[in-house]
């Protein structure tokens, strides 16, 4: 994988909280945290992404006349069968 350089300025108080995250041995180095912070920022944008489409595709889909209980039994059915 290539790698870029990005050069970036931060406030004073935010250079202490970098400063504190990787004193706290959970990172090596600025690196590694400010990578961290855009992995995560993409897997929550993945997942509101997906969460949108989800709900897009369930109001698409139009009214049930299940009743709420009915729904409910069969999401945890379908939860216990995908989670074993």
Do not use: C, H
């Not at 250079?15 to 945290?33: H, I, R, T």
């Not at 855009?38 to 897997?43: A, F, G, P, S, T």
């Amino acid at each position: 994988m290539t790698m870029q350089r990005k050069i970036i300025t931060i406030t004073d108080q935010m250079e202490s909280w970098v400063k504190a995250q990787v004193d706290s041995g959970k990172y090596p180095n600025d690196s590694e945290y400010f990578q961290d912070l855009l992995r995560r920022d993409q897997e929550r944008r993945e997942a509101e992404t997906q969460l949108r489409f989800t709900l897009d595709e369930a109001e698409a889909s139009g009214m049930s006349d299940r009743t709420p209980q009915a729904i409910w039994k069969e999401a945890e059915t379908r939860f216990a069968e995908k989670n074993g």
